[in-house]
């Protein structure tokens, strides 16, 4: 009655053990596995099970102590071969494949270990060909046979780190990632996998998953020189950005700016930094209203990367800021193409069509000579100075007079234009708050009525606000 339930119990680690590997969860379903070979040391099953377990945890010296025992209580099981074939221990398998010949095996495994020593025999040929492409450096060949390899050996390092130098060298930088994270798991202890993933991520400008990698490989050793001396620029470099970022957030672009700066100067050879600092710095120029700064630094992004749409975005702003609105919407029908259903784009764009339709009428700030971010007591400025010059009282002859007139009225109306926020707002989003025409739905509209003589004795220099009425045709 023990014997039976003793056997249960085994049977139960073992199938509790296999769920859990299938789940990922390789210490517990270690102590399983553990747990049917101390119960009964002659189950064959228990050893490979937990040898499959070793190699997954990337333990191959405890692994081969208990697939030799597999073999030993079961010279027939073609299993143990297989698994040695999986982690590219060619000789190995190759040794358990014929051993299982000579062990009378049955028609199907005799066939089966046939057909396997010959893939083993196929995978030797392409290893020793693997190597010579790479040593003569024709890594897209070598990566080719290494495919076919990894095919049959996915659980083998060596061709995977092997493969993974082919993609660096061919700048097939996300595959060698694929490749390296899968080495990192299938090697214990393996801290060089870890400093390349981080040393890739960090060429790729990824400052946060850099910093990730290597300190995995800090924790499987303190003292590894070069991923520590990597870890301080890391961090440095990473620390700066996120300050950039919080400058950001708090609306202080010109700081984001400066401290974007120091972000180039500490990392000056890798361009996706570079180009990355450049993007943001972009961005705030634009947010800054700095045009001018703002469309040199985004044009040397988008030289480098024609279809990086923030950068498409944020020039488009700065185009409007400096009432290039022909500009503004190729940028923005550029954005739009690669990034068709962000709303922000499509704003943009409808906003800087009638912005263009706008200046082909009349545009209050270039008839005041002010930039579109001029403050209202720069418009007041401008406006003063304007209004003494055209002042038709300065002229005597009749056609002079009558230009002057025309003249004074449309300054008269940009002041009153500009200096109110909600028609000012109204302006700039291309409506004409003294057109009814282009008036959306209501709101209060402004006419002028009359001609020149009810502004006689008008004070341009005058600090309170004043209301006309004339008729504008």
Request: glycine share 0%; with cysteine.
């Given at each position: 009655c023990g014997s039976l339930w003793f056997d249960g119990g085994v049977e139960n680690h073992l199938e509790m053990g296999k769920k859990l590997l299938a789940a990922g969860q390789l210490a517990d379903a270690l102590s399983h596995f553990h747990a049917a070979v101390d119960g009964d040391p002659k189950n064959y099953m228990a050893y490979y099970r937990r040898a499959t377990v070793y190699l997954a945890m990337g333990k191959s010296k405890s692994a081969l102590p208990d697939l030799s025992k597999v073999i030993e209580l079961k010279p027939d099981f073609t299993s143990r071969g297989n698994l040695l074939l999986k982690h590219g221990k060619l000789d190995e398998a190759e040794s358990d494949f014929k051993k299982v010949l000579?062990?009378?095996p049955s028609s199907k495994e005799e066939q089966e270990a046939q057909s396997q020593l010959k893939k083993s025999?196929?995978?030797?040929?392409?290893v020793a060909q693997a190597q010579s492409d790479f040593t003569r450096r024709d890594y897209g060949s070598a990566a080719s046979h290494l495919d076919i390899i990894i095919d049959t050996c996915v659980w083998d390092a060596d061709s995977r780190e092997m493969r993974a130098e082919c993609f660096i060298q061919l700048g097939e930088m996300g595959k060698a990632i694929s490749d390296l994270k899968a080495t990192s798991k299938l090697k214990s202890d393996n801290t060089q996998a870890f400093y390349k993933?981080?040393?890739i991520y960090y060429n790729l400008g990824d400052h946060e998953m850099s910093l990730n990698e290597v300190r995995e490989c800090l924790k499987l050793d303190p003292d590894h020189k070069q991923c520590f001396s990597h870890y301080k620029q890391v961090k440095k470099l990473n620390k700066q950005t996120q300050a950039a970022e919080e400058l950001i957030q708090q609306e202080k672009y010109s700081d984001a700016v400066s401290k974007y700066e120091s972000v180039m100067k500490t990392e000056p050879n890798v361009p996706q930094f570079i180009l990355n600092a450049k993007e943001r710095m972009c961005h705030c120029l634009s947010k800054d209203?700095?045009?001018?700064?703002?469309?040199?630094?985004?044009?040397?992004?988008?030289k480098a990367d024609p279809e990086n749409v923030n950068a498409l975005k944020d020039r488009a702003e700065a185009y409007l800021q400096d009432?290039?609105?022909e500009e503004a919407i190729k940028d923005f029908e550029s954005a739009k193409e690669h990034s068709e259903n962000d709303r922000q784009i499509k704003e943009g764009l409808e906003r800087a069509q009638r912005l263009l339709k706008q200046s082909q009428?009349?545009?209050y700030y270039k008839i005041l000579g002010v930039k579109r971010t001029a403050q209202k007591k720069e418009i007041l400025k401008a406006y003063r100075k304007l209004a003494q010059q055209w002042h038709p009282d300065n002229f005597q002859d009749a056609e002079e007079k009558k230009k002057a007139e025309k003249k004074f009225i449309d300054i008269a109306q940009a002041k009153e234009v500009l200096t109110d926020p909600e028609m000012r707002s109204?302006?700039?989003q291309g409506e004409d708050p003294m057109d009814p025409e282009s008036q959306q739905g209501g709101g209060h509209h402004h006419h002028f009525h009359g001609g020149w003589e009810n502004f006689q004795g008008f004070n341009p220099f005058g600090s309170g606000p004043f209301n006309f009425k004339f008729n504008f045709n």
């Open positions: 000579k062990s009378n025999d196929e995978i030797q040929r392409l993933l981080s040393t209203q700095q045009p001018a700064n703002a469309i040199s630094v985004c044009s040397e992004v988008l009432d290039q609105y009428k009349r545009d109204k302006f700039d």
